[in-house]
């Protein structure tokens, strides 16, 4: 199986980079092909300057990173949720990335639209500085909701697994440990 790590958060020294590391040795020991994305190491213009409107020309790094999505069978989307949402990164990486005429196209005078990216599965690895039951119940887990429906499905993309690992600010360091063994055993079952 050929997976792609897409790790979000844009602090090379971040649990999420842990938890991203942690999936890729146990993918690697189980014999997949892997190929990494640290967001953080790109060199790419996160705003849509002009929408759909105007076409911004994609930085060498976007490029590669959109070779490496169409490469993949599975990809798995590690970031943070920061007030509700998507990391201000890694928003700006889908916002660049998944493009019409790229991930999905419109189709002339319909609501409807074409999933140019189906047959791939996903899994989002996200962490929360509250129990992840919580941030469905209380909040409707807008971060996933907004990834996992509004883009990655919305291109054709699943099934979409998730996994919560919170509460992140007091979690023990054997706690964080199980963590990293549990995204390391998914990467073993290619999860």
Not at 3 to 24: C, T, V
Not at 27 to 53: C, H, M, T, W
Not at 62 to 90: F, R
Not at 136 to 159: A, D, Y
């Amino acid at each position: 199986m050929r997976i792609l790590i897409l790790n979000g958060h844009p602090n090379p020294e971040s649990f999420n980079a842990a938890l991203a590391q942690a999936y890729y040795d146990g993918a690697i020991a189980s014999g997949a092909s892997v190929q990494v994305l640290n967001l953080y190491e790109l060199q790419f213009d996160p705003n849509l300057k002009y929408g759909y409107r105007q076409r911004t020309e994609w930085e060498p790094d976007l490029i590669k990173a959109w070779e490496l999505i169409q490469w993949s069978e599975h990809m798995v989307w590690v970031h943070p949720v920061w007030w509700g949402g998507l990391p201000a990164l890694l928003k700006g990486f889908i916002d660049r990335v998944f493009l019409p005429g790229k991930a999905f196209t419109y189709r002339p005078n319909s609501v409807w639209w074409d999933k140019l990216l189906s047959g791939k599965t996903a899994r989002i690895i996200t962490t929360l500085d509250q129990p992840g039951w919580y941030y469905r119940l209380r909040f409707g887990r807008p971060s996933v909701n907004q990834l996992k429906r509004s883009t990655l499905e919305f291109c054709g993309i699943k099934p979409v697994g998730v996994t919560y690992f919170g509460i992140i600010k007091t979690a023990t360091e054997t706690q964080r440990n199980q963590w990293l063994q549990k995204a390391a055993e998914m990467g073993r079952k290619r999860k």
